[in-house]
């Protein structure tokens, strides 16, 4: 493949006769190849002797095209066991003629011997042998080149691997914003895990283009098929050695249930002939994926200059395909499995160990510092909806509302990236990154919400909150739901029931009125109730007569639209318009804790609030808004704003820097190209329908509910009595880590399935989490 900005000539099969009859003397006949800008015509003579006339495209000079055929000389004279095209002089003598165009354009013209043969896509179904002869046979083909250098070949080439991460500028031909994100994933790794070690490796020249339509095979004597030749050298490249064999590896794994398992034999059989090195081993996996994302890429550009060109697409689809393979792939285990390889055995380090690990956290960080599961999970790496770990394993993480839009989204890296280089301050200055954020964050609102404050996290939302309703309505009493949560300061901690009355709790302060948890399964008024809302919202007007009865008035009412910590409560219909109704009466405040539940999880509705049908006074925002960035928002009305515009300034010296805000908008920039308020609304909707036919089989699911992708199980081990199955939640969660999925547990009673993904969870994700679901309640015992 060649440089992509050129169209390919315009000759004809008749041409191509004429061509060959009048420069080489040949009375031929003529059919066209398929090719990527070049002309190729398969020309055979009266006789049966077979010929490729091969016509370049202008952006190849006569000096790349002298540097091709002295390396194919250069194979052909030191190597027997690689096969590839000679050169037949013209009737002139000249390997490189040179013909016009009916549009007066000069093109170089080569005619090149034929070589028989199967091209290796045609083995739809290729032995371990087979792959690993194509190991062999690259090995001994770099081998031969080792010792060849042209001027011509120390070139700037798009396709050499080397150069990956130039071709992140064309990924916005990219149509599909997901692929889009797929490919620029693979960029991003290439910059980070592969740029550092170029410097360590080896450098030769190497065909560059091993792709399996190049490739060539015949069955030998034995009957057994090799891999015995290749055509096609227009990449021709001095690079870094082991972009050969990724090259070819990316094109081998194609339309292969196990990438790896394909891989090996390859790797395999180009070890035995050209060994390996450690640093090479360690950036092979990420190659493969720059390669395809190269492919992939430059394929969306070109297709738009050559429509009609069919040979451009030929590798698309399935290069897609194994993109989407690959990233469920641990990177440490293709680095393992390519070091076994190679015989090389010696199990790879992390810097410490797990134990190590664990040891220095109990000795320097607060033990009432929480860690998930029995055995500690060392995650090094993250990728979209899948976490890795040191020792190769991939996870499926259902449970990471922070990274909303997917780990390590690249769109959002380099936003950050791209900032943090140019200027990080505070707002004490003028900078437009706060005043675009805040106007595009606003316009996602309804009226009146429109002016906002910046801070750090969720937490620090909430406390301004709380601050600013009090300031505003001169009262500190607050009402809240039974276990709901809203942070960890000092005066969250006097609102969140789920602290104060659990654990090391001391309970609520006097100006604290908890009302009960609207929870329609376990709650005092049940689904199959009419008017369920309105009732749990009752209980609020009982808060407020005591209120009232104390000689005070109520400052707020705090309210997560759904609840978390609660046991992913979906609130009943009504429940926040009467609620709301009754607090405002009351001259209170209506604060809704969207930390958890907004930018588009709940899937019908951008907020949770909205799946009410109310408009609070007060919102604030976290987790998910930074995609994992230390962000975090309050957003009010402007006649709130201005009462707390007292004289007492308000200043977060972190909160709206230029660094977050560019943060801010790159996600909401990924939430709205890749439609994934959309994408929670189905899959979502996918998801609880696994659940409930589960449901419909096990006895222990108790209630499924949720909305989009904010999902709950409760586990009960009596559907009539409701008795928590709060041990065998604890045994699921660690089984489904087992299985690679991960999950977790919430609610009051400790016996919910939360499931809160990353909002590029796919239906393939939500069959997996079903399947293995149902197959560790399947043995699940007790």
Known sequence: MAIINSLPPGFSEIDAVRIAGEYYGLKVTSRQLSSYIDQNFHVTDPSGKEYVLKISNPSETEHILEAQNLAMKHITDHSTVVECPGVIPSVSGRQIESVISKNKKTYSVRLLTYIRGKFLS??????????????????????????????????????????????????????????????????????????????????????????????????????????????????????????????????????????????????????????????????????????????????????????????????????????????????????????????????????????????????HIGRSLSIAYRKPLNIIMGAMQYLYDDTGQTYLDCINNVCHVGHCHPHVVRAARKQIAILNTNTRYLHKNLVLYAKRLTSLLPEPLKVCFFVNSGSEANDLALRMARTYTKQKDCIVIDNAYHGNTSSLIEISPYKFDGPGGTGPESFIHKVIMPDVYRGLYKSEEHDAGKKYAGHILEAI????????????????????????????????????????????????????????????????????????????????IGNGHPLAALITTPEIAGFFDNGLEYFNTFGGNPVSCAVGLAVLDVIENEKLQENALKVGAYLLSGLNKLKSKYSIFGDVRGLGLFIGVELVLNSETMEPAAKQASYIIEAMKEQGILISIDGPLHNVLKIKPPLVFTKENADQVVNALDLVLCNLTW
Not at 190 to 203: A, D, G, K, N, Q
């Open 545 to 624: 007569s005591k209120i009232k009865e104390q000689g005070k008035g109520l400052a707020a009412f705090f309210c997560e639209p759904l609840m978390g910590c609660g046991g992913q409560i979906v609130l009943p219909e009504d429940y926040l318009k009467t609620a709301f109704q009754h607090i405002r009466e009351a001259g209170g405040i209506c604060i809704a804790d969207e930390v958890h539940v907004g930018f588009g999880r709940v899937g019908a509705h951008f907020w949770g609030f909205e799946t009410q049908g109310v408009i609070p006074d007060i919102v604030t925002l976290g987790k998910p």
């Open 122 to 363: 045609e083995e739809l179904s290729p032995t371990a042998d087979l792959l690993h002869s194509l190991g062999v046979f690259l090995g001994n083909l770099d081998k031969t080149l080792k010792n060849f250098t042209h001027p011509a070949v120390d070139r700037y080439f798009l396709w050499d691997l080397k150069n990956g991460r130039d071709i992140i500028h064309f990924t916005r031909h990219i149509d599909n914003p997901h692929r889009r994100s797929l490919a620029e994933y693979f960029f991003l790794q290439f910059e980070t895990s592969v740029l550092p070690i170029l410097p360590e490796l080896r450098s030769s020249v190497i065909h560059n283009d091993a792709n399996d339509n190049n490739v060539l095979l015949r069955k030998k004597n034995n009957g057994k098929k090799k891999v015995v030749g290749i055509i096609d050298f227009g990449d021709l490249i001095h690079t870094y050695t082991i972009c050969e064999l990724a090259i070819a590896l990316a094109y081998a794994m194609f339309n292969k249930g196990n990438p790896l398992e394909t891989a090996i034999p390859v790797i395999q059989g180009y070890n035995t002939i050209f060994p390996l090195t450690e640093p090479e081993l360690k950036i092979l996996f990420y190659l493969i994926c720059t390669r395809l994302s190269t492919s992939v890429t430059l394929s969306a550009y070109q297709k738009k200059l050559q429509p009609e060109n069919k040979y451009l697409t030929l590798s698309e689809n399935p290069a897609w395909i194994l993109l989407e393979k690959l990233i469920e792939i641990n990177p440490v285990k293709a680095h393992q499995a390519f070091r076994n390889a190679c015989q090389i055995n010696t199990p790879l380090q992390y810097g410490k160990t797990n134990v190590e690990i664990l040891k220095e956290r109990e000795i």
